[in-house]
């Protein structure tokens, strides 16, 4: 059985279209002793439109941007490409897998090449189920920095190896080899198959998927519950609270027993409540409570700041 772990770099990403500038490999054999590992550079076709994960300019590669004119386009390095991730004996993985996939899926489709039918694991993914970390997306930097593993990022060869290290240093944690790590974590490949990508999971995400789904169906009917008990408020032409506009952090607004009796004090005493955050003059949020909505208010002028805890004291 071979690995191949790889990475790919574009001269640009949009939805409909990624323009591969690099395709960097390490093919391994299971004790990972690697057999080759090379930067296959491509000409993009393009030109070069480079940002960070947040859309915003300035990642640079560390390659020479001229040299990638003198290179072949996709469609002459489709075959190599192809036959490194469909060897019979293959199995191919990579950091964040379905990503660099999804790319070859474009360019083939912008070649009109036949698609590429392989299946592929995900080290980003393993990672996760193995620390049971699902909240956020770990970044391979992130996860080399953990595991002891140094690289130089965005070369897409030293990223396939940074990837492969990583898978190694899981398997050492866990005492196995790739395959039977795959399977002590649950996990099922993804796979491309005309021009249609699946994404590989693991049993402990998809629990993980599933319980977050119901928190964010539980949260909808919330705020639904909420917002249709604030429409029914009439303000109160006289009180004490006359001229406040009141506004709650959302997870005041989510805990509707407590919400909906705030609300009533409030419009009782003559205040109102705005959704807007910019229309507020008081603010209600729990002690420390530092959700983004909260932090915009703090950077708000004029705005007053109490607990739910204040606030039922100051409604009586």
Known sequence: MELVFFDIECASVYKTSARICAFGYVA????????????ILVNPKSSFHLTDSRGERGLVLPYEYGDFKKQPAFRTVYEKIR??????????????????????????????????????SDTQLMYMTLTNSFARQYGLGYIAGELGVEFTPHRAADDAYATMRV?????????????????????????????????????SYERFAEERRLRREERSRARRDFYIHLSRKKRSREGRLRGRVFTFARCVEDDTLLSKRLLDGLYALGGVYTQKLA????????????????????????????????LEEMLG
């Not at 391994?28 to 590992?37: G, L, T």
């Open 28 to 39: 391994c054999d299971e004790q990972f002793n690697i057999i080759k590992k090379e930067d």
């Open 167 to 203: 898978a190694e240093a899981m398997c050492k944690r866990q005492g196995c080899g790739f395959c039977e790590l795959e399977r002590s974590l649950g996990i099922t490949r993804g796979k491309i198959e005309n021009y249609s990508i699946t994404r590989p999971t693991s049993e």
């Open 279 to 310: 229309g507020c003059n008081v603010y209600c949020a729990p002690e420390g409570d530092d959700s983004p909505r909260t932090r915009a208010a703090h950077d708000m002028v004029g705005v007053e700041f109490v607990t739910p805890e204040q």
């Open 83 to 120: 036959e490194l991730l469909q060897g019979e004996n293959v199995i191919a993985a990579g950091h964040a897998t379905f990503n660099d996939v999804n790319y070859l899926n474009l360019e083939t489709r912008r070649f009109s090449l036949p698609s590429f039918n392989f299946r592929f």
